[in-house]
């Protein structure tokens, strides 16, 4: 068990900080159950462990008082029976259980600094897994250093063992990152890849939200060279994953979305604007986080 007080903790494994491995924000939540078993299975996946983390949400200079031993002693709780679960779904993966109490932000800022994945539930009791819609946690994600995946509760229309694709969002070359993601999950799952590149032309000034109805010649050819140069540094090495590229004449957000209604996972590029208080992310991608129905992996880009 790992814990401080004033920062984000660093487990160690084997005498070393713990690094490039899965993190999963749990706060005791159903919905944070699921994400420790998507957790697993990514660790499980890429080869590496997972570490189990709670935060309780406190001012780091505050001395560890008798409420702090209280709330500390339930989260230890609450860490181990989300490490038991993930064990039980993963009998063989290495698992490392953290306790901070700290400050969510930066905790969470400085915990996408040495993990290869974070993973958290899009709704909770409370707790920074809970709050991943929130202000607070968008913030969060628009600052991450390494990918989050954000885990939603299963759709009625999707059997939990149902076979389903990965799709991903292609809007040019600098989707680099996010588009080998999307084939490294596509293959470690053993799914088909599905990779959507949606293209809209100026519609009637009339109508500015309209989806548009139909695509010139040029704009295809153009739509399919782009899709095309996206994915063809990635072709050979991932050969072995099927692949349907997807062209789509709607604005991004509605064409994610409905590729995204049976997947089993949906990876987006994390596009970022620099704005007066910081980063945020797009629209597009808030767009994902509200409405999909399967998990979205967001991926960070330069």
Known sequence: MNH??????????????????VVVGV????????????AAD???????????LHVVDRAPDREEDQQAAELREEAESLVRTAAERARLRRPDLAIVTTVALARIVPTLEQTTDRAA?????????????????????????????????????????VPLDAPGTV?????????????????????????????VHAWAPPVSPAAPYAAPLWIGDDGRKN????????????????????????????????????????AELVVLAAHRRHG????????VTHALLHHSKAPVLLVPIA
């Open 4 to 21: 401080n007080p004033s920062s984000a903790p660093t487990p160690e494994r084997n005498g070393a900080p713990l690094r490039g491995h």
């Open 27 to 38: 706060d005791g939540s159903g919905l944070a159950d699921l994400a420790v078993e998507q």
């Open 42 to 52: 990514e660790a499980a996946f890429r080869g590496v462990p997972l570490e189990v």
């Open 117 to 157: 994945l974070v993973v958290l539930g899009s709704r909770g009791l409370g707790g920074f897994a809970g709050l991943l819609l929130g202000s607070v946690s968008l913030s969060v994600a628009a600052a991450a250093r390494c990918p989050i995946l954000v885990v939603r509760a299963p759709h009625a229309n």
């Open 167 to 195: 799709v991903v969002g292609v809007s040019g070359l600098d989707c680099a990152p996010a588009v080998e993601a999307a084939f490294v999950a596509a293959q470690a799952r053993g799914v088909a890849l599905r990779a």
């Open 223 to 262: 739509a399919e060279a782009t899709l095309a140069a996206a994915l063809e540094p990635f072709m050979n090495r991932y050969r072995q994953v099927p692949l349907t590229e997807q062209i789509v004449c709607d604005i991004p957000t509605h064409a994610l979305l409905a590729a995204g209604d049976e």
């Open 276 to 283: 007066r208080f910081g980063p945020n992310l797009g629209r």
